[in-house]
């Protein structure tokens, strides 16, 4: 708390910027390792069952094995025709892949707005020391370097908030691209057993 106090009033907000950050984080990283797509012995039963016309065992075995996905191996086992099909499928997909990406840009805006914000307070604390020092009508090295340091108090704040909110955001991101790579593929897999072209959710 002392250093917050140091910072200045920048480092508040930026104080509520990480709280908000790292509840992201924690969630984002809860949902993608925990959203799990089913294995392929899985997939190949729901085939088989869809192939031979129970399309909705098929639907149920998948979505009992990734029930974030439900609607995904609905529309994917749905027995419509392949115009409509597709078009399900590839809504089915997006709404899928949305709801992983929730929240991804926060964490973007937080790695670009949290240096900025930080070198912020550093100009403001950087504009207060030197208005001190002329004020004073004397040069105080004690008074001028303890004010440099205390402003960049805010940067620092800034740089730690940003780095892991990149690095994260990076990760989701692989995470997140991996998860539309998995649909598709499961998508094209079962699509081209049945000769119906080929999806791109």
Known sequence: MNLIHQGGFMMWPLLALSIAALAVMVERFITLTTTRFPDEDTLR???KLAHIGKTDEAASMAADAAPAYRKFFA???D?????LHEQHITQAGEEALFSLSRRLDFLATVAAAAPLMGLLGTVIGMINAFSRLASSGSVDITMLSGGIWQALLTTAAGLSIAI???LAHRLF???HAKAAFTLQKAAVDYLTTTGTQEPKP
């Open 173 to 175: 991101c692989r995470m």
């Open 45 to 47: 039963q729901a085939f």
């Open 164 to 166: 892991p909110a990149l």
């Open 79 to 83: 027995n419509i025709t392949p115009e």
């Open 75 to 77: 529309a994917l086992f």
